[in-house]
């Protein structure tokens, strides 16, 4: 069974500072891995989709890295700002036939960027 | 503008009572999910619907029932048989048979009073 482990469950740092969020998986026969943000008491916004056969993906000031053969994933956001203020959710669809689209997520870091 | 809409925001149930949480999409997507979100816990599976008329029990599926009468909407009922009903819903909807990712409603809180 996948396991999605975001580590750590917080973090504060100051404004404008760099920050990597982690996200490991225990099964690395996956189809794709798509990190969310969620402000308090909303939905989720998706910010980056990456593909298996995909190294990163760059969005901005984001950019996720993925190394399947080691079951990790990381979202690189620069420059931080206290809008960044958010909690951060990786997911990971399975690498089976079509038709399986079931994500496993992660119980995500909340980010506090300290103005 | 192309989206998931659910409603209500808020929802209040009372002991023994059947609500329905409501969730419609307009984007064409064929897959429907509904998921549960606790404090200090992932996101736990509830229900999911690959094609209309057919749906298939999450991790969680206890207490609630769900329909897929329509493409678009995919209503999440919670029955009295759910003991522990309050916590945040979220519906979501991906393309099947490609490589997209999900889209996510904004969510309906459920507090039981």
């Known amino acids: 069974k996948q396991e999605v482990t975001q580590i750590p469950a917080a973090l504060s740092v100051p404004e404008g500072e760099n920050l990597v969020l982690n996200c490991s998986f225990t099964?690395?026969?996956?189809?794709?891995l798509q990190w969310f943000r969620q402000d308090p008491g909303k939905g989720l916004t998706s910010l980056l989709l990456i593909q298996s056969s995909q190294r990163e993906q760059t969005s901005g000031r984001l950019n996720a890295s993925l190394d399947k053969s080691s079951g990790r994933s990381t979202l690189y956001i620069a420059a931080s700002q206290p809008g960044d203020s958010a909690t951060y959710l990786c997911?990971?669809?399975?690498?089976?036939?079509?038709?399986?689209?079931?994500?496993?997520f992660g119980t995500g870091t909340r980010l506090t960027i300290i103005p | 503008d192309g989206g998931i809409t659910q409603s209500p925001k808020y929802l209040f149930r009372k002991e023994g009572q059947n609500v329905t949480l409501s969730c419609e999409q307009n984007?064409?997507?064929?897959?429907m999910y509904w998921y549960r979100q606790d404090p200090g816990q992932g996101l736990r599976l509830i229900y999911y619907s690959q094609i209309v008329n057919d749906f298939q029990k999450g991790d969680i599926a206890e207490g609630y029932s769900v329909s897929r009468e329509k493409k678009e909407s995919f209503p999440l009922t919670v029955t009295s048989a759910q003991k522990n009903p309050t916590a945040f819903y979220l519906c979501?909807?991906?393309?099947?048979?490609?490589?997209?990712?999900?889209?996510f409603g904004s969510g309906t809180r459920l507090t039981v009073v």
């Open positions: 984007l064409n997507h064929d897959a």
């Open positions: 997911a990971v669809r399975p690498g089976s036939n079509f038709g399986n689209e079931k994500l496993t």
């Open positions: 099964d690395s026969a996956i189809y794709n």
């Open positions: 979501a909807s991906s393309m099947t048979l490609t490589n997209y990712g999900y889209t």
